[in-house]
């Protein structure tokens, strides 16, 4: 099983970014796929999870409102969409993958929001 985030980089304060993460090696329909950041001397934190159907999602209080999580089944690809972009934000992102005991970690990708 292989997990490729993409889409990170420099932005500006109030920019937006969208990150993918393309699995493979997996039935991905099957898995809850997660979103999760860590930034520099703090610990990872969970910013958004969606469930395998797609039919529910959840997200960190502090990111509620800017970031949306989607999948796409077809392309194997799970998305987060994030707006309003702080210089908190700054982290390394990284997705995840859940299916009973099975747990996948993608390589991450940094995102820096600075001026």
């Known amino acids: 099983a292989r997990l490729v985030e993409s889409g990170g980089g420099l932005v500006q304060p109030g920019g937006s970014l969208r990150l993918s993460c393309a699995a493979s090696g997996v039935t991905f329909s099957l898995y809850l796929m997660s979103w999760y950041r860590q930034a520099p001397g703090k610990e990872r934190e969970l910013v958004a999870v969606?469930?395998?159907?797609?039919?529910?999602?959840n997200y960190a209080d502090s990111v509620k409102g800017r970031f949306f999580i989607s999948r796409d089944d077809f392309k194997n690809t799970v998305y987060l969409q994030m707006n309003s972009l702080k210089p908190e934000d700054t982290a390394v992102y990284s997705c995840?993958?859940?299916?009973?005991?099975?747990?996948?970690w993608g390589q991450g990708t940094q995102v820096t929001v600075s001026s």
């Open positions: 995840n993958a859940v299916w009973k005991t099975l747990n996948y």
């Open positions: 969606i469930t395998s159907d797609g039919g529910s999602t």
